[in-house]
């Protein structure tokens, strides 16, 4: 294209405002419960495996204590004495599995290994544990005070940033605290147009914003999460049901639905 032909498209091109929106995701901490075929699947791959597999020494000893078990109770009931046989059985693998079990559970209600939507709040990182959750925010824009409607964190790029600058200023403006997040390459993952109504565009000369997405994960050891209150009006991290329920404009959610990978 000839110079002053580019010139001239670049004098007359529409003016566009250019975000930067940052879909903050933590990736699932635990397993997900199996489906019913994947139980059938496993339990006829262990029937499988015990009938071909050599047993290992701590399957042997099982066996081993069962049958001492077994002797101890028909001794019991002839009244003879055990002292000689309890010695011999020593600690039990039964025994070694009901305080593992037991370890389990305090572990269990420590840490919440839970996959209940219902038993956390929305503003916790602990919840839904087994799936995939990004944060979405009613974020404050503009001079006005205006509050947006549940959305991804966005922020209007500045002259002389890339966009992953603008949305790594992004994370940094609307957290308030400490925590560690990394943004996924250079390039946005997908963009949405967004037109603007016509009183706007008409007072401002803009008709539309482009909002560019970026991926960004948080560290897996990230237990706790804020927000600047100044930019953010409440947040919630939701899975992708909730997300496609919760957060309005269907092309903008389309636009943004590679970002749930589960």
Not at 132 to 155: A, D, H, N, R
């Amino acid at each position: 294209m000839h110079l002053s032909a580019r010139r001239f498209f670049a004098q007359n091109a529409p003016k566009l405002d250019i975000f930067a929106s940052v879909v903050l995701s933590r990736a699932p901490v635990i397993a997900p419960p199996m489906s019913e075929v994947e139980q059938r699947f496993q339990r006829l791959q262990k029937a499988e495996e015990r009938e071909k597999s050599l047993l290992n020494d701590y399957e042997l000893k099982t066996k081993q204590d069962e049958k001492m078990v077994a002797r101890r109770e028909q001794l019991a009931r002839e009244g003879k004495e055990l002292s000689e046989l309890d010695e011999q059985i020593g600690v039990t693998n039964a025994v070694r599995e009901d305080e593992w079990k037991r370890k389990a559970a305090e572990l269990d209600a420590k840490y919440n290994f839970s996959t209940d939507s219902g038993t956390l709040d929305a503003k916790s990182l602990q919840r839904l544990l087994d799936r995939q959750v990004v944060l979405i925010v009613k974020q404050k824009l503009g001079e006005k005070g205006y509050t947006s409607p549940w959305i991804l964190p966005q922020m209007k790029h500045r002259a002389g940033e890339t966009l992953r600058q603008t949305a790594e200023r992004c994370i940094g403006e609307i957290s308030g605290g400490d925590f560690s997040a990394s943004i996924s390459g250079n390039a946005p993952f997908a963009v949405f147009t967004h037109k603007y109504p016509a009183p706007v565009a008409q007072k401002t000369g803009v008709p539309c914003a482009k909002i560019f997405f970026f991926m960004a994960d948080l560290a897996q050891n990230s237990e706790e999460f804020s927000v600047n209150p100044e930019d953010v009006s409440d947040y919630q991290w939701v899975n992708r049901e909730e997300f496609w329920k919760t957060v309005p404009g269907t092309d903008y959610k389309k636009a943004a639905r590679y970002a749930f990978l589960e």
